[in-house]
């Protein structure tokens, strides 16, 4: 499965952005779809996962409560919104495909090539 990440951008401490990621190639919806993220000079980090249904969520304690991920399989899309940023959300964000419910990036086998968030101050 090929994925496209979108939505990125600059916004201020507080703001919003919501972040969309396509999948062509294969139905979205054989896979479990994870957001990672990397912020400069760090390693790469989860952020979120969500089940084949969209039934199932789990969030890395740092955005709990701020960011939401969702899947609409019928149109090939996951979303990540992300409310409440803070200028530490800053990286580049990526989705990725996996056949198992896992936070581990070794068990995602697609990425996208990444959308840059950017929190100001």
């Known amino acids: 499965v090929q994925l496209v990440e979108s939505g990125g951008g600059l916004v201020q401490a507080g703001g919003s952005l919501r972040l969309s990621c396509a999948a062509s190639g294969r139905a979205l919806g054989s896979y479990i779809m994870g957001w990672f993220r990397q912020a400069p000079g760090k390693e790469r980090e989860f952020v979120a996962v969500i089940s084949w249904s969209g039934t199932n969520t789990y969030y890395a304690d740092s955005v709990k409560g701020r960011f939401t991920i969702s899947r609409d399989n019928a149109k090939n899309t996951v979303l990540l919104q992300m409310d409440s940023l803070k200028p530490d959300d800053t990286a580049v964000y990526y989705c990725?495909?996996?056949?198992?419910?896992?936070?581990?990036?070794?068990?995602?086998?697609?990425w996208g090539q990444g959308t840059q968030v950017t929190v100001s101050s």
């Open positions: 990725a495909a996996s056949g198992s419910w896992s936070a581990l990036e070794t068990a995602y086998n697609s």
